[in-house]
């Protein structure tokens, strides 16, 4: 029987040591596509150390990236703590919250450490389990033995050097990362959820156009796109940063709140930029992802080439656009300098790009609050149920719950209401940074 060939054995072999106390894997093959399963699924290329207590997971520059503990105390067996490339823990939770995939189309929930909007969730970073690894695992990992008499000396070395990265030396990266893109991302588009939310950031434009008021995460920075200078040295120095780990990484973002208002020529020569310099071609990570934003007038004003152009490259691409609401009173009381008429034009633009174009899903981000006029639902109602014939798989609709720490019952009501009235798939967007 023909065998295929691991590409990645010589540059990354498996190896396993395992003593009474101590377990170490080099080079695990965890999944090589970001997949929905309900049980936990470990992506790309990684190591694993695991002592009687605790399970502690490495990328290929030796940095820490998930963590959990063996003790009853922990909350779950199949639930853990996951570090992202900017530097935050976040808590994927498993159980308890019942209808978890219908709300927010993953099997797990992200519990973070930061406000966020999310209706769903506890406070596990309270737990004091949880605490000890999210604070402890520095003092953990130290506790490790550094060899054994039968240890090879390869797998002392990688001990060595996983116990060589701390705390400091990972919120520097973070910084670094965030001064490298010119500002730290402060929320993901909802589709990133298909890459774990593990993407490489490249800012092609600051700011955007409306400066809404009901909107936390804006910044003050008027709309203007990076140069192809600019976007070149960002690749490099993101090249340089994501280092050996660059194998397992095959989504981009495209930063920041509105990239489609960038030149079409500039998004596709940021997005085959990347893809050549990143080798996404040959990262251990299959089906290489394209996320950004988009507004209704930056949609409305895109060349209808471009998406010819997207279509053609080697992505799938997500463009989440930022419609909130179709209902004029509702956009005047949360100041989003824009007209209804211009918001169900850009409902009818995507619907069109999700029916032409196979690789490219357009997806759409509506508010909830139960302090809105009640208009606001019977006219997403409008576009979501009334305007399409029959269920549409394609261009899911994402609602955001306006206001952060304040989980509502009457807002998850209305969002299952809303749900099982749409056409088109809609979850729940929970806001997160990178
Ligand atoms: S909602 Fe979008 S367009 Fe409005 S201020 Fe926030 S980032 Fe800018």
Redesign the pocket.
């Known amino acids: 029987m023909l065998q295929l060939r691991d590409p990645f054995t010589i540059t990354h072999p498996e190896t396993a040591y395992r003593s009474d106390d101590l377990s170490i894997f080099l080079n695990i093959r965890g999944n090589n596509e970001y997949v929905k399963v309900s049980y936990p699924v470990k992506y790309g290329i990684f190591s694993r150390l695991e002592t009687r207590e605790m399970i502690l997971e490495f990328n290929l520059n030796h940095e820490i990236r998930h963590a959990r503990s063996k003790t009853r105390h922990w909350l779950h067996p199949s639930e853990w703590l996951k570090r992202t490339a900017g530097n935050d823990w976040i808590y994927y939770s498993s159980g308890g919250y019942a209808g978890v995939f219908e709300a927010i189309g993953e099997y797990y929930l992200p519990n973070f450490t930061y406000p966020t909007n999310s209706l769903l969730g506890g406070r596990p970073f309270e737990e004091p389990e949880v605490a000890k690894i999210h604070l402890n695992w520095p003092k953990l990992l130290a506790a490790v033995p550094d060899s054994k008499p039968d240890m090879p000396a390869h797998v002392a070395d990688w001990i060595a050097q996983v116990k060589r990265i701390q705390k400091p030396d990972l919120e520097h990266k973070a910084r670094t990362l965030f001064e490298i893109c010119g500002a730290r991302t402060t929320v993901l588009p909802p589709d990133a959820r298909h890459s774990d939310y593990n993407v490489i950031p490249l800012t092609i434009a600051d700011g ?5 008021r009901f ?1 936390k ?2 910044n003050k920075k008027p709309f203007t796109p990076r140069t192809q200078d600019d976007i070149q040295q960002q690749i490099r120095d993101l090249s340089h940063l994501f280092g050996n780990d660059r194998v397992n990484c095959n989504a981009l973002f495209l930063g920041e ?2 990239a489609l208002n960038a030149p079409a020529d500039l998004i596709v020569y940021a997005a085959q930029k990347s893809y050549d310099r990143f080798g996404f071609a040959r990262s251990y990570m299959i089906r290489p992802r394209l996320y950004l934003f988009g ?1 209704v007038d930056s949609l409305l004003h895109a060349d209808p080439h471009l998406f010819e152009a997207l279509n053609r490259l080697p992505f799938d691409t997500h463009i989440n656009i ?1 419609l ?1 609401s179709h209902d004029q009173a509702t956009l005047d009381r949360i100041g ?1 300098p824009i007209r209804a008429e211009k918001v169900s034009l850009a409902f009818n633009r995507m619907g069109e790009i999700n029916h032409t174009f196979p690789k490219i899903e357009m997806t759409g981000n509506f508010i909830m609050d139960d302090h809105l006029p009640p208009t606001h639902i019977q006219s997403m109602l409008d576009l979501v149920r009334d305007r399409i014939s029959h269920p549409v798989p394609k261009g899911s609709i994402y609602l955001s719950p306006l206001r952060f720490g304040k989980p509502s019952r009457e807002v998850l009501y209305d969002f299952y209401r809303l749900k099982t009235a749409s056409r088109l798939p809609m979850f729940l967007y929970i806001i997160q940074r990178l």
């Open positions: 955007c156009l409306y400066k809404c909107c995460i804006k709140h509105d507004s930022g909130e989003k």
